[in-house]
């Protein structure tokens, strides 16, 4: 089971449920279907049973790497034959642990499934099989903005049947939608193997500013249109002594124009007194520098300490508040609060860090912070998904209704529950 966290103490709330084992006879069988691509071998499994983060471990003993639908489709039919519990796995960098074994579930795994498929003009975009690294890889082949936009996937149900609904039609209101059912069920509800994208053209102008603030709120209101992130900056020797900084990034098709209108913006932050220092870059290797500081976040709170994550909606004005409300609470217990995220979408990354794991910690933190985020009417889970670990908060943000609801489609696209178990609903009592 899980180990390293609160998971291996507290345990999972039930053990495992009585699926198969893999035997002999079934490693024969998917040999035959992904021949050469049926992996046993602990030390490659190690990195496929461990989540990005090191905090969720499951003990798999199988990992399988198909290339096509086909032979997912084939895979899945045989598991469900034969009640073998199956955790697809795209680039295993989830942050909630659900892309990782809870027990010895069958990884299946999308990272050879990596090929472009087709590739239509401007207006429609790729259809790209799962494995593509999207939007990287994808990206690579198409030359666009990371901004775009899933059309429709092509999946396989948990009995192997294929359900092919690619199109690249931009309107399509032909019944229900499935394809936003597909959307958030991590891998519980069916096998996703290609999805049609569609692309803006790549910009020809992208700048960069990052920029030191006093102040949270009034920045918030001022550049909230704007893809931002706030950035943690309080301990940081790098970075300067500003409380908080901010990364916004515009892009366009006319270069000179985009430039003019991001420095009337800064000229105005800056004559505010609101922004007290930064930087603009519009050459392609300081813009990725800029955008390291923010996206290497995650790996310097892992180097902290223990680790306690939160993913929340908020309404933009109280999107702070928490941070500064948990110090207070945690006091010394807590080595840093952090709050950073999406300022522009109402999306708080909240980060507590203590030097090893505290039950004491975690019950000031929760379900407190699950609670005064049920008061705004927010959500436990902006972006991350609920995986393994917040499988249990679900009910924060949604009536029972909708929870009995969405067991009901489980139920139906899934019933012996083999898919991905262990994860996203609650366990049923
Ligand atoms: C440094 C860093 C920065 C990040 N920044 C952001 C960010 O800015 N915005 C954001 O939204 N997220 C961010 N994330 C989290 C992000 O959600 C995940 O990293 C990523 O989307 C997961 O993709 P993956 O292929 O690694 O999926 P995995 O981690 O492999 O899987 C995630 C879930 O999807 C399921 N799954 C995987 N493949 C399939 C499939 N083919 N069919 C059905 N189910 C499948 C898995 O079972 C699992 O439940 C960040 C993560 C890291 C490490």
């Given at each position: 089971?899980p180990?390293?966290?609160?998971?291996?103490?507290?345990?999972?709330?039930?053990?495992?449920?009585?699926f198969?084992v893999?035997?002999?006879?079934?490693?024969?069988?998917?040999e035959?279907?992904v021949?050469?691509?049926?992996?046993?071998?602990?030390?490659?499994?190690?990195?496929?049973?461990?989540?990005?983060?090191?905090?969720?471990?499951?003990s798999?003993?199988?990992?399988?790497?198909?290339?096509?639908?086909?032979e997912?489709?084939?895979?899945?039919r045989?598991?469900?034959?034969?009640?073998?519990?199956?955790?697809?796995?795209?680039?295993?960098?989830?942050?909630?642990?659900?892309?990782?074994?809870?027990?010895?579930?069958?990884?299946l795994?999308?990272?050879?499934?990596?090929?472009?498929?087709s590739?239509?003009?401007m207006?429609?975009?790729?259809?790209?099989?799962?494995?593509?690294?999207?939007p990287?890889?994808?990206q690579?082949?198409?030359?666009?903005?990371p901004?775009?936009?899933?059309?429709?996937?092509?999946?396989?149900?948990?009995?192997?049947?294929?359900?092919?609904c690619?199109?690249?039609l931009?309107?399509?209101?032909t019944?229900?939608?499935?394809?936003?059912?597909?959307?958030?069920?991590?891998?519980?509800?069916?096998?996703?193997?290609?999805?049609?994208?569609?692309?803006?053209?790549?910009?020809?102008?992208?700048?960069?500013?990052?920029?030191?603030?006093?102040?949270w709120k009034?920045?918030?209101?001022i550049?909230?249109f704007?893809?931002?992130?706030l950035?943690?900056?309080?301990q940081?020797?790098?970075?300067?002594?500003?409380?908080f900084?901010?990364?916004i990034?515009?892009?366009?098709?006319?270069?000179?124009?985009?430039?003019?209108?991001l420095n009337?913006?800064?000229?105005q932050v800056?004559?505010?007194?609101?922004?007290?220092d930064?930087?603009v870059?519009?050459?392609?290797?300081?813009?990725?520098?800029?955008?390291?500081?923010?996206?290497?976040?995650?790996e310097?709170?892992?180097?902290?300490?223990?680790?306690?994550?939160?993913?929340?909606?908020?309404?933009?004005e109280?999107?702070y508040?928490?941070?500064?409300d948990?110090r207070?609470?945690?006091?010394?217990r807590?080595?840093?609060?952090?709050g950073?995220?999406?300022?522009g979408?109402?999306?708080?990354?909240?980060n507590?860090?203590?030097?090893?794991?505290?039950?004491?910690?975690?019950?000031?933190?929760?379900?407190y912070v699950?609670?005064?985020?049920?008061e705004?009417r927010?959500s436990?889970?902006a972006?991350?998904?609920?995986?393994?670990?917040?499988r249990?908060?679900?009910?924060?943000?949604k009536?029972?209704?909708?929870?009995?609801?969405m067991?009901?489609?489980?139920?139906?696209l899934?019933?012996?529950?083999i898919?991905?178990?262990?994860?996203?609903?609650?366990?049923?009592?």
């Open positions: 089971g180990s390293g966290g609160p998971f291996s103490r507290h345990g999972i709330g039930r053990g495992r449920l009585p198969s893999v035997s002999g006879e079934d490693l024969a069988a998917f035959r279907i021949p050469g691509r049926v992996i046993t071998d602990p030390e490659v499994l190690e990195a496929s049973n461990v989540d990005w983060l090191r905090m969720v471990r499951g798999s003993v199988l990992l399988l790497r198909p290339r096509t639908t086909e997912v489709s084939h895979i899945l045989h598991c469900h034959e034969r009640n073998l519990a199956v955790n697809p796995q795209g680039g295993n960098t989830g942050m909630v642990g659900g892309s990782v074994p809870v027990f010895d579930e069958v990884i795994s999308t990272a050879l499934m990596n090929q472009v498929i590739f239509h003009d207006s429609d975009g790729p259809v790209c099989p799962c494995g593509c690294g999207a990287s890889e994808a690579a082949s198409v030359q666009t903005l901004a775009q936009r899933p059309q429709w996937p092509q999946w396989v149900l948990a009995d192997g049947m294929v359900l092919n690619l199109s690249t931009r309107k399509d209101n019944g229900y939608d499935l394809k936003q059912l597909f959307i958030g069920s991590e891998g519980t509800l069916g096998v996703i193997t290609a999805v049609s994208i569609l692309c803006p053209p790549k910009p020809r102008a992208v700048s960069v500013a990052f920029l030191g603030s006093l102040c009034m920045l918030g209101e550049v909230s704007l893809v931002c992130s950035l943690w900056g309080n940081s020797r790098l970075w300067g002594q500003s409380p900084y901010v990364l990034e515009t892009s366009g098709s006319r270069a000179g124009h985009d430039a003019e209108k009337d913006f800064l000229e800056l004559s505010s007194g609101l922004v007290t930064g930087t870059a519009t050459d392609h290797l300081k813009v990725k520098a800029l955008w390291a500081l923010r996206e290497r976040i995650s310097a709170l892992s180097r902290d300490g223990y680790v306690y994550k939160y993913d929340l909606s908020l309404p933009t109280r999107l508040d928490l941070v500064t948990l207070v609470r945690l006091g010394p807590a080595k840093h609060v952090v950073y995220g999406h300022l979408d109402g999306n708080l990354h909240l507590v860090t203590s030097e090893a794991f505290s039950p004491s910690v975690l019950g000031t933190l929760e379900p699950y609670e005064w985020t049920a705004q927010g436990v889970s972006e991350h998904g609920l995986g393994f670990k917040k249990g908060v679900l009910g924060y943000s009536p029972p209704e909708a929870l009995r609801l067991q009901q489609l489980k139920a139906l899934d019933p012996k529950g898919l991905n178990p262990y994860k996203t609903l609650p366990a049923q009592a």
